[in-house]
């Protein structure tokens, strides 16, 4: 097809302008709705052309002329959803863009016939067995006109979906990277390829068109696979170059940030998002959850009622509405928002695991469970229910049961210091305290969110008598949060100094012992022992030694960070107990 | 935008958001293949008595179990099974099928309207509340609670089933006319046939509860009683597979799959299974609210007892033993001694890795008494029993004690434990050196009918005990020289536990360990040697013992001394007394090999008092023997012969061959030694006595093939004919004994030094 062959840079941004009015325009009539919403968003946000550059559309053939008048029926009907009827009508068309229409109607009426009839199947068991029936006809039919080499990139695209469909991944793969090849410029083969690749090994052994569109593809397939720097660094060139305007990169980079837990990122840019889009519903879900975590009821509320007028049969407007629940502590109503999700989609990963969580606060623990079950059989690879499962496991007090889950979860998330901690937590309920300082360690090594795992550890080491040790750890604690300069209330911070000015008053440095005793004084719960501490070390003092004259700087202020007690952020692989299933 | 193609359904069996695989409590439906069964089951209620004979009629009625229970089967298949019982009866459920996917949607409405007619009269065809009386009910049942579209859809899935199963009997008729025309469709039809079938490789069509159910029992109590006769790990798996892929809510198919996982040795996918099955278990014991909140709390103890058990199993005690206290904990929370009684058995079972007090174990079979927990009782008995013996306690308490037991055994009908009791009883009888007794209650084992054949029809189970049984009977067989007896029941063995069951390991350690002797016997140091590696891999000590031994057949002495000494010191720190006392022996044999046998007396006094204070006739009597030989070395023959008659009774009665051919071979070699003082004529009678007794020991030694023994037995022969006078004999002898040379190396060991 003329004006589709794409360019490998971003050299030319009104080429690539035109090529997306012409995409968009393409999938359009060949009813692709996603791919060309996808491609007319990001053409939006491009400058608009002048009129002497504005495309003529694409000349009819011959053969588009004979099936004109079926093709044009036939769309009326597909777009009304009578994909049967229009399929009767385009059958024997020649042109491409009929055959396309004609295949997808008929793919399309067998998916909506599955749907229908999963509803009464004779029997519970058969619910699984319920398939698309027109599926392998059509991949005969496909296959023929692929190895006669028949088919354009929509044709393409269709078998890889209808190989996909069948559980074929990895001939479904192959056609998609073909589809690429052959229409670099149709969203929707790149999108189903990002659901088939798995792991990043996999993504190395695939030979990609040399396009521009392939900047998108790989920004979006490492947002999936976690791979957050690189998607980063992605999208940030894809908006250097000029789509700073595109609402689809803005929300992905949101999500991006997201996934780092970069939350005041996230929702910074989401605010945004919002104001350049107010009625976009995608990824509002990820939104609802940033919100959520900082507790911003107000807000939330408003988003809830926003997403509620627009539309309230989404996926996305349940979830919200169901954090928005969560957060006043209304977990049924919550809950029931959450089915409500999945009822709409039961393939949504993210309702499953929200619901586990509200029924872990309602102390409704077998259906927590239940719940992070489906959550895994839906998607191994989430974390979040692992972690949840454990957590359970653990309200039920069974440490040792629980620890499978947690390792689970540290497997798939393995610098994510929550687990760590949590696995720290359950070795030290099981009196497993080497295999608990290890946890801490290295959690306190990928960096900790939470900021517990030093004090734990110093705790440990404090129980096993290994003053020293505690001791630098306190230090480091203290550091950590001065050099972080939060003002957040830190409960263990009194008992750090209570140690330290303990310690520091063993090994008969007074003046060490001294400068703790009196931040000890700043706290409520430490202040008698601070007192105390002190006239002791005044006594002492005065007993025998003469004071040192200098004052030397408090220790603990990061300027005087002494060079051999930095710990050293090497990260050590995590050894732990012989069996890790 | 990938969500298109997502199926975007509703979901009518979900509530309280978890999905129900059985909302309306059906267990199962109408299926084509049902309507075929229940064809036949009509058919027979109407050809009355008369018109089948008697013979045909027991075996459809044989044949109706398999049947209801059954997964689903081609229609061409259902056929032949009903032909092969009763032809013509097959012929009428054929047309009735026929007329009735040929015809429509009525017939088979009509067909289920008249199905209740069999319950009704005077005399019904069919009892209401009995098998097949359940089945039609069900059937009838599920059948009126299917929707307009849904009975539909069954008609048109009936016309299909037959529609198969015609295609199938006309292929396999004949099918040759063939145009041109329908060629081609006929490959545009293979071609769609093709692609159908490679998917259908892989589901063979999902299975109602009551089909899986029965499918994961049946499975369950093989993969206990007869491996064998189970599915393959790999098909098993991919069975349960395709049952979740249908009802992942199925959990007993995940417990399943946690014991396939464990016959193939999976440590990851088994934990991943267990952890599963109680992950769903849980919701479906807080479901059914008979137990309450306690029904709930129950799977958890349980959950955690099981993963236990299968730690112990991979052999990580500690990982087991931290899952064991969780499980004690949460069951002493919520007071269930029954759970707890559990706990405390395994507690035993990981305590006896590391220890051997059995205070916990006497204490766990009283309470387990008191809680009426007869298995788990006996069970406790048994590891006494067992643990009690190696401990040296008499057999008469241990006999009495297992005898208590089975008495509880044969009351609770636990025909498992009868079975171990009497392999228990062999072991110990082999272990007391009773070889008699040992092997009369292996056959007692074998020859007895397991209670459980009532049952099942199968005639024996292919348990552990028997595995064990057997084994103990090859090797004594082995240790009479009756070698083409034991290698019979080793390939017996082989069919009945193929090397990749569970208790192969026995069998073939019990394999070689026989092939091992004989290579020895026949001074095949090499073969032995080979031999080695696979007794290690199977049991490092006993391979560690071998290897030894044969280094000292080989006259490599210091290597077996250092390899002997540190075995001593790891089997006193295991209480592995049986092995310690094997050792000394082989220690002393190697002092008074290198020429030091006043060294070797304190060691064979050791290991005399051990033998003597666990019982260990067996080990005694060779104790003894090697105590006379040292003594004959030392050149106190006359205490020797003393101490030799003592010992020779118990070996004569139960001892191995070799042994016996090894006593009488050293009598005749005391009897020889102490002559020298006597006076002629007297001496004359000592040397006629000593050869008799040689020709004795020759012909033991014959048995077992020890060419090596029967050659030194064949020289002191010759010598002593000599010292007689009798040329002819003693030319005989000689000959034989070089014949004998020629063919087997020498290994430079001066004949008196030899046991």
């Known amino acids: 097809m003329p004006g589709l062959s794409t360019s490998s840079g971003f050299s030319n941004l009104r080429e690539i302008k035109k090529q997306l009015l012409l995409i968009a325009g393409l999938t359009r009539e060949r009813g692709l709705l996603h791919s060309s919403k996808w491609s007319a968003e990001l053409a939006f946000s491009l400058p608009a052309l002048p009129l002497a550059e504005l495309q003529p559309p694409p000349p009819i053939t011959e053969e588009d002329a004979q099936d004109m008048d079926a093709y044009t029926l036939a769309k009326a009907y597909f777009d009304v959803k009578e994909y049967d009827r229009a399929a009767h009508f385009l059958h024997g068309c020649n042109s491409k863009k009929a055959y396309f229409l004609y295949m997808y109607s008929r793919y399309l009426s067998g998916e909506k016939k599955k749907d229908d009839e999963t509803v009464d199947s004779l029997g519970p068991l058969e619910k699984g067995q319920v398939k698309n029936e027109a599926l392998r006809e059509l991949r005969v039919e496909l296959s023929k006109k692929h190895q006669a080499r028949e088919l354009d990139g929509f044709g393409l695209y269709l078998y890889g979906v209808v190989l996909r469909k069948l559980d074929l991944v990895k001939e479904a793969i192959d056609v998609f990277v073909e589809a690429t090849h052959v229409l670099p410029l149709h969203w929707g083969a790149w999108l189903e390829l990002c659901n088939l690749i798995t792991d990043k090994e996999m993504l190395k052994f695939l030979s990609l068109p040399d396009t521009w569109m392939k900047e998108f593809f790989l920004a979006h397939i490492y947002t999936e696979l976690q791979l957050i720097e690189e998607a980063l660094q992605k999208y940030q060139n894809l908006i250097d170059v000029g789509f700073s305007k595109s609402s689809y990169i803005v929300s992905q980079i949101a999500v991006a940030y997201h996934n780092i837990r970069d939350i005041d990122k996230a929702l910074s840019i989401f605010n945004e998002l919002r104001k350049q889009d107010p009625y976009r519903i995608e990824n509002m879900d990820t939104f609802s959850n940033l919100l959520y975590v900082r507790s911003m009821k107000s807000e939330l509320s408003y988003l809830a009622h926003n997403l509620c007028e627009i539309d309230k049969y989404r996926v996305e407007t349940c979830c919200v509405i169901g954090n928005y629940y969560s957060l006043r502590s209304q977990h049924e109503k919550a809950a029931l928002y959450f089915q409500r999700a999945l009822k709409l989609n039961p393939r949504y990963l993210g309702a499953w695991t929200l619901m586990g969580h509200e029924y872990m606060e309602m102390k409704n623990t077998s259906a927590a469970i239940q719940a992070y079950r489906h959550a895994i059989e839906v998607n191994k690879r989430d974390y979040r229910a692992w972690y949840g499962l454990g957590q359970t496991y653990e309200i039920l007090k069974m440490p040792f049961y629980c620890l499978y889950y947690y390792r689970r979860a540290h497997q798939l998330r393995p610098n994510d210091s929550r687990m760590l901690v949590a696995l720290g937590e359950c070795y030290e309920k099981l009196n497993q305290l080497v295999e608990a300082k290890k946890c801490y360690w290295r959690a306190y090594a990928v960096g900790d969110v939470e900021k517990m795992a030093l004090v734990k550890l110093a705790k440990l080491h404090e129980q096993l008598t290994e003053s020293e040790q505690a001791a630098q750890c306190y230090i480091k604690y203290i550091q950590d949060i001065y050099s972080c300069g939060e003002i957040v209330e830190h409960l263990e911070e009194s008992t750090a100094f209570r140690y330290l000015a303990q310690y520091y008053f063993k090994c008969k440095l007074w003046d060490e012992a001294s400068t703790c005793a009196q931040k000890c004084c700043a706290f409520n719960d430490t202040r008698e022992e601070g007192k105390a501490l002190l006239r002791q070390i005044l006594q002492l003092r005065n007993q025998g030694e003469t004071p040192s004259t200098e004052m030397p700087a408090p220790f603990f202020l990061p300027a005087s960070l002494s060079a051999n007690n930095t710990p050293t952020r090497r990260v050590s692989p995590l050894n732990l107990s012989s069996v890790t299933p | ?755």
């Open chain 2, 1 to 755: 935008m990938a969500s298109v193609h997502e199926s975007l359904y509703f979901n009518p069996m979900m509530t309280n958001g978890v999905v129900h695989a059985n909302v309306f409590g059906i267990k199962d439906w109408v299926t084509p293949y049902k309507i075929a069964v229940l064809v036949l089951l009509n058919e027979m209620g109407r050809t009355g008595e008369g018109a089948v004979s008697l013979m045909e009629r027991r075996r459809l009625n044989q044949l109706l179990l398999p049947l209801l229970q059954g997964p689903d089967i081609t229609l061409s298949k259902l056929y032949k099974l009903i032909e092969e019982s009763c032809p013509q009866l097959a012929n009428s459920v054929q047309i009735r099928i026929k007329l009735m996917a040929e015809g429509e949607l009525k017939d088979m409405e009509q067909f289920f309207d008249d199905l209740s007619d069999s319950f009704s009269g005077t005399e019904p065809e069919v009892h209401k509340t009995s098998v097949v009386g359940l089945f039609l009910r069900h059937m009838i049942l599920a059948y009126s609670k299917l929707s307009f579209s849904q009975v539909f859809k069954l008609y048109t899935a009936l016309q299909q089933y037959f529609q198969n199963g015609e295609k199938k009997t006309v292929e396999d008729a004949d099918m040759e006319l063939t145009n041109r025309d329908e060629g081609e469709r006929k490959m545009e039809k293979e071609e769609l046939d093709v692609s159908i079938r490679e998917e259908e490789v892989s589901c063979s069509g999902p299975l109602s509860q009551k089909q899986a159910e029965f499918f994961l029992s049946q499975q369950a109590s093989l993969l206990k009683n007869d491996e064998t006769k189970a599915l393959t790990p790999a098909s098993l798996q991919k069975e349960l597979n395709n049952l979740l892929k249908f009802n992942p809510d199925f959990a007993e198919a995940h417990y399943l799959s946690y014991l396939n996982n464990l016959r193939v040795q999976d440590v990851f996918s088994s934990t991943h299974s267990l952890l599963h099955y109680f992950d769903r278990l849980i919701l479906t014991g807080a479901e059914s609210k008979s137990n309450g909140e306690e029904g709930y709390g129950r799977s958890l103890r349980y959950a955690a007892l099981n993963l236990a058990a299968l730690h112990c199993r991979f052999g990580h005690y500690q990982q087991a033993e931290l899952a064991l206290q969780e499980a004690i904990r949460i069951a002493q929370e919520s007071n269930d001694h029954v759970c707890l009684q559990h706990c405390l058995s395994w507690l035993y079972v990981l305590g006896q890795k590391r220890s051997d007090s059995y205070v916990l174990l006497e204490h766990s079979v009283k309470k387990a008494v008191h809680f009426g927990l007869p298995y788990l009782a006996s069970l406790g008995i048994q590891s006494l029993v067992q643990q009690r013996a190696f401990a040296g306690k008499t057999a008469n308490k241990l006999m009495d004690a297992l005898k208590d037991s089975d008495l509880l055994h044969w009351k609770h009908s636990l025909s498992e434990l009868i079975d171990i009791s009497i392999a228990q009883k062999t072991a110990i009888w082999r272990l007391y050196g009773r070889s008699t007794m040992a092997l009369q209650q292996a056959q007692m084992l074998l020859s007895m009918n397991s209670l459980e054949s009532v049952n099942s029809g199968v005639q024996q189970n292919n348990t552990e005990s028997f595995a064990v049984a057997l084994c103990h009977l090859a090797e004594l067989h082995a240790e009479q020289g009756c070698f083409a007896a034991a290698s019979e029941v080793l390939k017996h063995l082989k069919e009945r536990f193929p090397p990749n069951s569970q208790h192969a390991q026995l069998w073939m350690l019990c394999d070689q360990k026989i092939q091992f002797d004989r290579a020895m016997n026949d001074g095949k140091y090499h073969l032995a040697d080979s031999l080695v590696t696979g007794i290690t891999a199977l049991n490092s000590i006993e391979g560690v013992y071998r290897k030894a031994v044969v280094l000292q057949a080989q006259n490599q002495m210091s290597e077996a001394h250092k390899l002997l000494q540190k075995l001593l010191i790891h089997c006193q720190k295991i209480r592995n007394t049986e092995m310690v006392i094997s050792v000394l022996l082989s220690v002393a044999e190697l002092y008074w090999r290198s020429s030091s046998p006043t060294i070797a007396l304190p060691v064979l006094l050791q290991a005399l008092a051990l033998s003597k204070e666990y019982r260990l006739q067996y080990l005694a009597s060779e104790t003894v023997l090697n105590l006379a030989f040292a003594q004959l070395i030392l050149g106190i023959p006359e205490q020797a012969l003393s101490l030799l008659h003592m010992a020779i009774e118990p070996i004569l009665a139960d001892g191995a061959v070799l042994d016996k051919g090894r006593a009488m071979f050293l009598v005749a070699k005391c009897q020889v030694a102490s002559a020298a003082s006597y006076d002629p004529l007297k001496k004359a009678e000592v040397l006629e006595a000593a050869v008799e007794n040689l020709n004795e020991a020759k012909n033991y030694f014959a048995k077992v093939d020890c060419k090596e023994q029967i050659r030194d037995v064949v020289y002191f022969q010759a010598r002593l004919y000599h010292t007689l006078g009798k040329t002819q004999e003693r030319n005989r002898c000689a000959m034989l004994f070089r014949q004998l040379h020629q063919e087997l190396p020498f290994h430079g060991v001066p004949l008196i030094n030899h046991l």
